[in-house]
């Protein structure tokens, strides 16, 4: 056992020193953007079929991709198509289905996809002439797609607890890539801050929004890997180190919603994970807690120096001359009200998918995209989408009542109902880790732990 905990180690260790070496090359070379793209793809391809996804390596694929997605975009050029990390996760989830199959329970979410259907005929009727059907169909409902088919193959899927934290790696990797290129290739702090809003020189000239949501991701990454693993103290304090860089990397993009939910779906993580442990660990458990809280608190009082005081403005809703911003949603609260009224206008069959940008400039003079997953389901595709919706938020809640012990339920719950609120489905990530809620943890054969520890 020790010598496996060792080789564990030295593994994490070769996999986060290979991912910083991968993020400085591509800044130096950017066109090895496009070759760590297609070296993914072929290598968890060329897995996958080895293996015949006996390991579930599907989800290590799939996981990677979504982490990895952001990135992509980033440094991948035009020859990368803007959907690539939603095909490539549906495609691996595809070869999952095919070597493996899908739950007999999974109707719920056979039924979710059926749904999405009228609203995809209706839209052929409804779209501006001059609009791409396709192009329009497809950017707004490839996430949707995607959840629905990573939820088929999750669903009721048995996984054990050390393949869950296999996929929590492939989660954090190419985030810490993505990091190391961000430190080097985005320009000073003090440079290019002229207020309070969110900053795309700081990432890396791509949408904070996104930006931020996959560094979220890699924060929280962290946090598990803090407390499930922090027995060795050079990865212990690795992992504080790492945490401390991301959180910075992703603050400095002053884009809020992806840090706010990386920390709130952090302490869900430790709120169920105290809760599953033994009264004696509690109190190492309590002492990694007061670690991780000053690393955090360092962490934010370097980025309001390095910022000139500009984040905590930004987070107290205030603009560069410390005045108060009437919206707190940035204007997103205006776009939910207009999806709204759509709904409420259109009960039936809804406006039809990829319209609502359309409809909102013809009636409100307003173009922009929607931000929020929810109303933008229930103005396209009306009543559809509203059972749709109810399917999505009572089946993982249904499925939990009776299987209880995947601890992550309600971080992965929470990152998918979170993120659909502010960056709508625009990633493959919520889609992904809603699906990751779904799985079913069994005890390993040799799990040496209690079994308190992994039943909530």
Known sequence: MLKLFKNYNKRYLQFIALHIAIGFVIYLFRFFGLIYFLGSIVFFTLWVFQSGNKQNQVLYAAAYMTAGEVFFRMTG??????EA?????????LLGLFFSGTSRRSAPY???????????????????????????????????FCLGIAALYCFDRRITRQQLHNIVWCLLMPVIAMGVYLFFFTPDTRDVLNGTQSNFALSGGYGPNQVATALGIGMFALVIQIFVNGKNKLIFFLNIGLLMFLTY???ITFSRGGMFTAALISIAFMVMYFQGVSSRKRNSISFYMVILGSAIAITWLITSVRTMGLIDLRYANKDAAGRIKEDLSTGRQE????????????????????KTKEYREEKLDILAASHNEISRLLSEHGVFGLIALLILFCTPLFYRIGNRRNYLFYSFFGFWFLTINHSSMRVAAPAFLYALALLNVVYEKNDTLPRKQISH
């Open 85 to 93: 990390g939603k095909y490539s996760v549906i495609c691996f989830i």
């Open 335 to 354: 776009l939910i009200t207009s999806e709204l009224t759509f709904f409420i206008n259109n009960p039936i069959m809804g406006i039809g998918v990829g």
């Open 77 to 82: 050029g035009s020859l990368i198509p803007w």
């Open 249 to 251: 990397r992703g603050i």
């Open 110 to 144: 056979w039924l979710y996809l059926l749904l999405l259907i009228p609203g995809v005929i209706y839209a052929a009727e409804t779209l501006n002439f001059d609009t791409n059907v396709r192009k329009a169909v497809i950017f707004n409902l490839s996430g949707p």
